[in-house]
């Protein structure tokens, strides 16, 4: 006995019937691959062009309050006083030379210390290295070719009178000895050059 024309035709087709489905499947698929490529593109596009991270203001117990003195030996040898800079803005900065975000710290601390050196009225930027080796600080202080100075804090003893639990912390020092601010994280020149100018406006 023959077969129904349909069961012949589902025999060909390898059990089914093509389904006029199949392409608008396809057509959807081809849909969200592009959706998928462009959310990707926009996404490589912002991360490329998203300002770089900046320190966040601290609500520090010593805002307002005279810095706790600092009395060192720079890794260069020199004598280093906080009391010796009275009268001028003073940047305070503690870093360690395992910190990843003190690393990419220290270049913007490098470029706001050459700005300084082309201002009539330069701020004073300091440096101290905590819970680390003296020869590790003494190189990482070196590959930067960091000219200002930089303290190693052998006991703890600074970083501790500042609150200061992990690197990098950074403070400005008024004129009169008084913390005027405090960030934690990598802070970039412009941040410090925008609140230096701030501070000698008068607007903090």
């Known amino acids: 006995m023959s077969q129904p024309q349909s069961a012949v035709v589902e025999s060909v087709s390898g059990g089914r019937r093509p389904s006029d489905e199949e392409p608008s499947k396809r057509h959807v698929i081809r849909w969200v691959a592009g959706i998928v490529v462009v959310a990707l593109i926009a996404l490589a596009v912002v991360l490329a062009t998203r300002p770089p991270n900046q320190a966040a203001s601290l609500d520090s117990p010593l805002v307002g309050k005279p810095a706790p003195p600092i009395v060192a030996t720079a890794f260069n040898g020199a004598h280093v006083s906080l009391a010796a800079d009275r009268g001028r803005y003073v940047v305070i900065n503690f870093f360690a030379s395992w910190c990843p975000p003190c690393q990419e710290e220290e270049p913007n601390l490098v470029d706001f210390a050459f700005e300084q050196t082309r201002s009539p009225d330069p701020a004073v ?32 003893a600074i970083a501790s009178a500042y609150g200061v639990a992990s690197p990098p912390m950074t403070f400005l020092v008024d004129p009169r000895g008084v913390i005027l601010a405090a960030w934690a994280g990598p802070i970039t020149a412009s941040q410090l050059e925008s609140k230096l100018a701030a501070a000698r406006e008068g607007n903090l």
């Open 125 to 156: 930027l300091l440096s101290v290295d905590i819970d680390d080796t003296v020869s590790a600080g003494r190189a990482f202080v070196d590959r930067w070719g960091a000219t200002w100075a930089n303290v190693p804090d052998r006991g703890g």
